[in-house]
Nanobody, 121 residues
Framework: QVQLVESGGGLVQAGNSLKLSCQASGGIFSINIMSWFRQVPGKQRELVARITNTGTTNYADSVKDRFAISRDNAKRTVYLQMNSLNAEDTAVYYC???????????????WGKGTLVTVSS
C-alpha cells in the first residue's frame, strides 16, 4: 500500500519562509513526476510546482522565483521551499507522485492528504 505523507505546514508571518516535505512509503518500483498542488476552500486545486525524474522543474507563475521544488530519490521525498510568503499563499498543500509499484505495472498517481499553510499578514 503506497502512502504519501506531507509535513512542514503551519502558521508563518508574511515575508518569511517555510519548507514542506512529502515522503512516499510502501511498495514502489520507480517514481516519475513529483508535484505540489494547493487548494483554497471554494477554489480548484492548482499546480504549484513539479519536478521530473531527470530534475526538470516547472512552476506556477504566482510562485516563480519564490518557491523551489527538489527531490531526494533515495528517500522517496519531494520538498517545497517557500520563500517570501504572502497571504495569497495560504492554502492546503498536497503532494502528488506519479509512480510504478512494479516494473510491469503502469504509472499511477498517488496523493497525500495535505498540509495546511497559513500566512498571516
Amino acid at each position: 500500500q503506497v502512502q504519501l505523507v506531507e509535513s512542514g505546514g503551519g502558521l508563518v508571518q508574511a515575508g518569511n519562509s517555510l519548507k514542506l516535505s512529502c515522503q512516499a512509503s510502501g511498495g514502489i518500483f520507480s517514481i516519475n513526476i513529483m508535484s505540489w498542488f494547493r487548494q483554497v476552500p471554494g477554489k480548484q486545486r492548482e499546480l504549484v510546482a513539479r519536478i521530473t525524474n531527470t530534475g526538470t522543474t516547472n512552476y506556477a507563475d504566482s510562485v516563480k522565483d519564490r518557491f523551489a521544488i527538489s527531490r531526494d530519490n533515495a528517500k522517496r521525498t519531494v520538498y517545497l521551499q517557500m520563500n517570501s510568503l504572502n497571504a495569497e499563499d495560504t492554502a492546503v498543500y498536497y503532494c502528488k507522485m506519479n509512480l510504478k509499484q512494479y516494473y510491469y505495472t503502469s504509472s499511477t498517481d498517488y496523493w497525500g492528504k495535505g498540509t495546511l499553510v497559513t500566512v498571516s499578514s
